[in-house]
T-cell receptor, first 114, second 112 residues
Framework: AQSVTQPDIHITVSEGASLELRCNYS??????LFWYVQSPGQGLQLLLK??????LVQGIKGFEAEFKRSQSSFNLRKPSVHWSDAAEYFC????????????FGKGTHLIIQP | DAGVIQSPRHEVTEMGQEVTLRCKPI?????LFWYRQTMMRGLELLIY????????DSGMPEDRFSAKMPNASFSTLKIQPSEPRDSAVYFC??????????FGPGTRLTVT
């Protein structure tokens, strides 16, 4: 069965510092990969996605993610975080065949220190 | 586009009552998904539809849960009777020709 692991439940970063959120997946084949962000009391907003091609993908709000097939990872990065980036971040995978729903990681709660 | 619309945003009900959650997908999207989010289990897929037809309901926890999609612009998730352990945030998401899903704001359900 597919699974997504986000090993960091909480991460605290100073404003202006760089950020990396980790995501590892277990899947039968290379899935589609996504990062979503959820602000308190809000729905999930898509940050970026990887389907094929260039393994470094750019998203909204200055985020990027790198797909590494050999490590089954899809880590999210941002060079300089802003206080408004404080939120819950979810990594998700979806199958290339069919239209099943997404499998989500448990999320990483990002705290920004002033 | 207004995005995925869910109602109500908050629902508080007593155990044993019937609860109906509503979703309007993005116009033109032909897939609709219902998810549940809890602290213990995270985000879980409950059921999804393609062209208004239920495709996979294996995530529906019990027979107390049912979902319908009578037309392309409306879906409901019903819980009858409700129990305290059903308290969660319920999300609806829709998908078009792309693979990404777009989520609604969610309905926070509290069953007392």
């Amino acid at each position: 069965a597919q699974s997504v692991t986000q090993p960091d439940i909480h991460i605290t970063v100073s404003e202006g510092a760089s950020l990396e959120l980790r995501c590892n997946y277990s899947y039968g084949a290379t899935p589609y990969l996504f990062w979503y962000v959820q602000s308190p009391g809000q729905g999930l907003q898509l940050l970026l996605k990887y389907f094929s091609g260039d393994t470094l993908v750019q998203g909204i709000k200055g985020f990027e993610a790198e797909f590494k097939r050999s490590q089954s990872s899809f880590n999210l990065r941002k060079p300089s975080v802003h206080w408004s980036d404080a939120a819950e971040y979810f990594c998700a995978v979806g199958p290339r065949g069919g239209a099943d729903g997404l499998t989500f990681g448990k999320g990483t709660h990002l705290i920004i220190q002033p | 586009d207004a995005g995925v619309i869910q109602s109500p945003r908050h629902e508080v009900t007593e155990m044993g009552q019937e609860v109906t959650l509503r979703c309007k997908p993005i116009s033109g999207h032909d897939y609709l998904f219902w998810y549940r989010q809890t602290m213990m289990r995270g985000l879980e897929l409950l059921i999804y539809f393609n062209n208004n037809v239920p495709i996979d309901d294996s995530g529906m926890p019990e027979d107390r849960f049912s979902a319908k999609m009578p037309n392309a612009s409306f879906s409901t998730l019903k819980i009858q009777p409700s129990e305290p352990r059903d308290s969660a945030v319920y999300f609806c998401a829709s998908r078009g020709q792309g693979r990404e899903q777009y989520f609604g704001p969610g309905t926070r359900l509290t069953v007392t």
